[in-house]
């Protein structure tokens, strides 16, 4: 939603911990953000007790990674975004990171999401599912409304069919 471009010297010291964070992992959309990496993520116990959305957008354990584009990752995966992390199956976790993966490649592909514009105000080319301009409309997968609800300070969009919380 925002941006803002830095210009320094590499070898000036740039004191911004979002920076920090973003250099020592590895992005989404490449090769090193692999299944194992992506299970040692939800692996220790803190995260294991944290719902979908709390494990994978927050803290910057995926940096760069927002609700925006996780609704669409979880709907992917059919996973709702309160389903604590503890209750998912080895297939379930292989399926979110195969979402992740994938959903992200596509986004990028496409240009960005069709909800935001890049510099030259242009739309991303990539059809969100999850979000506000969908609430109330079928979901293309099974026809059951888009639900928006109030969580963690923002919110989800969900499909109950798709997405059951259990």
């Known amino acids: 939603m925002y941006g803002g471009i830095y210009c320094f010297e590499t070898n000036d010291e740039f004191d911004n911990p979002y920076y920090s964070i973003a250099k020592e992992k590895p992005s989404p959309l490449t090769e090193a953000f692999d ?11 803190a995260v294991q007790k944290l719902s979908l959305k709390a494990a994978l957008a927050t803290e910057q354990r995926i940096p ?15 996973l709702h975004p309160k389903r604590k992390t503890n209750t998912l199956s080895d297939e379930e976790v292989q399926n979110l990171y195969n979402s992740l993966k994938q959903t992200l490649a596509e ?32 979901c293309p997968k099974c026809g059951t409304t888009i639900l928006k609800q109030a969580y963690m300070g923002g919110s989800i969009y969900t499909c109950s069919c798709c997405q059951a919380l259990s």
């Not at 992506?38 to 220790?44: A, K």
């Not at 990674?65 to 059919?78: M, R, V, Y």
């Open 35 to 45: 299944e194992t990496y992506f299970e040692q993520l939800l692996s220790p116990e």
């Open 107 to 138: 986004m990028t592909r496409m240009g960005g999401r069709s909800t935001e514009k890049d510099l030259f105000g242009q739309p991303g080319g990539y059809r969100v599912v999850m979000c506000v301009a969908n609430n109330g409309k079928p």
């Open 64 to 78: 760069g990674l927002g609700n925006g584009s996780l609704q669409d990752i979880l709907w992917n995966a059919n």
